[in-house]
């Protein structure tokens, strides 16, 4: 049974500065690694997806991969209070795929930026 | 270009009742998902159709089923309603490449089951 793990939080930072968000997952043979973003009583969306070892960034987001250590993680720099929502870490449910639909979600942590 | 839509956005039933949600995927997908998301709670994916037929399935009982139509849209039914089947059900839509990939999935509003 795979497992993804997040900090539930709140996380609270003040705006202008980073916010690191962090998640483990138990399938070492994942391949794909997807971090969402859900507004109070909104759906997901999909802000950022990495592949392989090391940092991706896009814009103030950046996520990071460590397969050896089985952890994946995203940073905001430059918080704004419009980045408060919850951060969903995923795998895909079938590792050989980039299964963007069919995937296992984490808990969620709740970010607050506080003006 | 309509996204996911999902109807109805709220819907309260009884105990021991049967519901049906509806999901309309997004112009030129032909996949759709559909997952469980309870309070606080990550979604967890309950199971995808592709071409009218259930292609995989979450640790879900059968008392959740659905079906696809052949204009791609979806329904999910539950059968004998428990207080524990409350929570935001959500809707995903995509499609399949050449290469049996999928592509980005995009999420409907969801419906907000409560059962009392």
């Known amino acids: 049974q795979k497992e993804v793990e997040q900090n539930s939080g709140p996380l609270s930072v003040p705006e202008g500065a980073i916010a690191s968000l962090n998640c483990t997952y138990s399938?070492?043979?994942?391949?794909?690694f997807f971090w969402y973003r859900q507004y109070s009583g909104k759906s997901p969306e999909l802000i950022m997806s990495i592949y392989s070892n090391g940092d991706k960034e896009d814009g103030r987001f950046t996520a990071q991969l460590n397969k050896a250590s089985q952890y994946v993680s995203l940073l905001i720099r430059d918080s704004q209070p419009s980045d408060s929502a919850t951060y969903l870490c995923?795998?895909?449910?079938?590792?050989?795929?980039?299964?963007?639909?069919?995937?296992?979600f984490g808990p969620g942590t709740s970010l607050s930026v506080i003006p | 270009d309509a996204g996911v839509t999902q109807s109805p956005t709220h819907l309260i039933k009884t105990r021991g009742q049967q519901v049906t949600l509806r999901c309309s995927p997004k112009s030129g997908h032909d996949t759709v998902s559909w997952y469980q998301q309870a309070l606080g709670q990550g979604p967890q994916f309950i199971f995808q159709?592709?071409?009218?037929?259930?292609?995989q399935r979450g640790n879900f009982p059968d008392r959740f089923s659905g079906h696809q139509f052949p204009n791609y849209s979806s329904e999910l039914n539950v059968n004998a309603l428990l207080l524990g089947d409350s929570a935001l059900y959500l809707c995903a839509s995509s499609s399949i490449t050449g290469g049996g990939q999928d592509t980005e999935a995009f999420f409907g509003q969801g419906t907000r089951l409560t059962v009392v």
């Open positions: 995923a795998v895909p449910h079938d590792r050989m795929k980039t299964s963007y639909d069919k995937v296992i």
């Open positions: 399938d070492r043979g994942s391949q794909s």
């Open positions: 159709y592709y071409e009218e037929e259930e292609r």
